[in-house]
């Protein structure tokens, strides 16, 4: 079955304590992306990848690190998490970014 | 560079009136355009996808769009709203590969509530 899994799915932390939050997928796709959604606000990505090694900033990167050492993953690292990163976080796959995006099914971190 | 606007953050409709969900966007080139759908405590799903080919596009659940460049618009319509179409909707455009750019814009959402 086609998927693209993300965990964890819920995580309470604190400011400052480095987290990661890892993205995998298993349809061999070449882009991968990571956005937020906050209520009014929308989905407003992160950061992207179009392949291993490469990636490029969304419109909300600030605070956020990513990596694309393999195809299949592409996890957010969040070095020192502040509580305006408190956030419903989806990572998504694709052939390209012009392609119809396959979504996780989410992680909501809160910082306190 | 692109952005989309989706015109009201809340609509109301009916059972079985019109579901018309609003969006224009800007793009220096031909845009890619897309509809998804967010049921709560879901990820998003592919509604439907406008890629240069037929203006009117089809997609899932009776849903269907009509590109219309000289009014930059990408409107959601179906006939007759269902109960089970309650959630919220995101257009989201690409101006694809054309500069090495893949980059989605997604706009801020319409949650759709059904009265019986």
């Known amino acids: ?112 | 560079a692109q952005s989309v606007t989706q015109l009201g953050s809340h609509v109301s409709v009916s059972e079985g009136a019109l579901v018309l969900l609003r969006c224009n966007y800007s793009s220096s080139v031909p845009p890619y355009l897309f509809w998804y759908v967010q049921y709560p405590n879901q990820g998003l799903q592919l509604l439907l996808k406008y890629t240069s080919a037929a203006t009117l596009v089809k997609g899932i659940n009776g849903f269907e769009a009509e590109f219309k460049k000289s009014e930059t618009s990408f409107h959601l319509t179906k006939p007759s709203a269902h109960m089970s179409d309650a959630a919220e909707y995101f257009c989201a455009v690409s101006e694809g590969p054309n500069f090495g750019n893949e980059k989605l814009t997604f706009g801020t959402g319409t949650r759709l509530t059904i009265i019986p």
Not at chain 1, 7 to 23: A, D, E, H, M
Not at chain 1, 36 to 52: A, E, F, H, T
């Open chain 1, 1 to 112: 079955e086609a998927q693209v899994t993300q965990n964890p799915r819920y995580l309470i932390t604190v400011t400052g304590k480095k987290l990661t939050v890892t993205c995998s997928q298993n349809m061999n796709h070449e882009y991968m992306s990571w956005y937020r959604q906050d209520p009014g606000l929308g989905l407003r990505q992160i950061y992207y990848s179009m392949n291993v090694e490469v990636t490029d900033k969304g419109d909300v990167p600030e605070g956020y690190k990513v990596s694309r050492k393999e195809k299949r993953n592409f996890p957010l690292i969040l070095e020192s998490p502040s509580p305006n990163q408190t956030s419903l976080y989806f990572c998504a796959s694709s052939s390209r970014g012009s392609q119809p995006q396959h979504f996780g099914d989410g992680t909501r971190l809160s910082i306190l």
